[in-house]
């Protein structure tokens, strides 16, 4: 039933920027607060930005603090992530993920119960 599609993934070199999107089915999506995970080999699954059903609740991981913008479009069923100024240590698959239930900072991986196929973004030095 659920379905989480990502795009958007590439290969860009390192200051520059992407725009991932996910798309949702199949969920009220609107009364689901979403997430972004970062996949890397050799690191778990690291949260990188979470927001609230309304949008009005956001947390970010500590490595993307001021360089990545969460957002959604409930009337779309979308949540995007603006990567700005990327790093090589960025790289990694990027997931998109609806949240089951847990406390704040709501960054936890499984604390989240729907994941989408994941894309690939690779920055260079």
């Known amino acids: 039933q659920v379905q989480l599609v990502e795009s958007g993934g590439g290969s860009v070199q390192a200051g520059g920027s992407l725009r991932l999107s996910c798309a949702a089915s199949g969920f009220t999506f609107s009364k689901s607060r979403m997430a972004w995970f970062r996949q890397t080999p050799g690191w778990e699954r690291e949260g990188i930005a979470t927001?609230?059903?309304?949008?009005?609740?956001?947390t970010y991981g500590d490595s993307v603090l001021g360089r990545f913008t969460i957002s959604r479009d409930n009337a779309k069923n979308t949540i995007t992530l603006q990567m700005n100024s990327l790093k090589p240590e960025d790289t990694g698959v990027y997931y998109c993920a609806k949240f089951r239930g847990g406390i704040y900072p709501y960054l936890r991986s499984d604390d989240y119960e729907d994941w989408g196929q994941g894309t690939q973004v690779t920055v260079s030095p």
């Open positions: 927001i609230s059903n309304s949008g009005a609740t956001i």
